[in-house]
Nanobody, 119 residues
């Protein structure tokens, strides 16, 4: 059974550095499309982007350039990083996985991590 365990998050200052990790167990990450989502208070959940089964990162148009997504096949871990966090990035961040082509529903979700960007 595939499971995702997230680490990272917490409070960060604007202009600081933010890095989230998502460790996949019960499977091999390269066999899945794995992605990052976030949900700010009172807003819908948005997809940030992810890594497809070919190991290629992809990004949503609205957040492209703000975040860097990568994966490590040796540790089965997905990463999300930004060096320019802004207060608008305050949200719950989730990783998710599916066995398809990054289209359609994600079937496995991480537990979520709260990120608060403030000075």
């Amino acid at each position: 059974q595939v499971q995702l365990v997230q680490s990272g998050g917490g409070s960060v200052q604007p202009g600081g550095s933010l890095r989230l990790s998502c460790a996949l167990s019960g499977g091999t990450i390269r066999n899945y499309c794995v992605a990052w989502f976030r949900q700010a208070p009172g807003k819908e959940r948005d997809e940030i982007g992810g890594v497809n089964r070919h190991g290629q990162p992809y990004y949503s148009d609205s957040l492209k350039g703000r975040f860097t997504i990568s994966s490590d096949n040796t540790t089965n871990t997905l990463y999300l990083q930004t060096n320019t966090p802004e207060p608008e990035d305050t949200a719950m961040y989730y990783c998710a996985a599916q066995g398809g082509a990054c289209i359609g529903p994600y079937t496995v979700w991480g537990q979520g991590a709260q990120v608060t960007v403030s000075s």
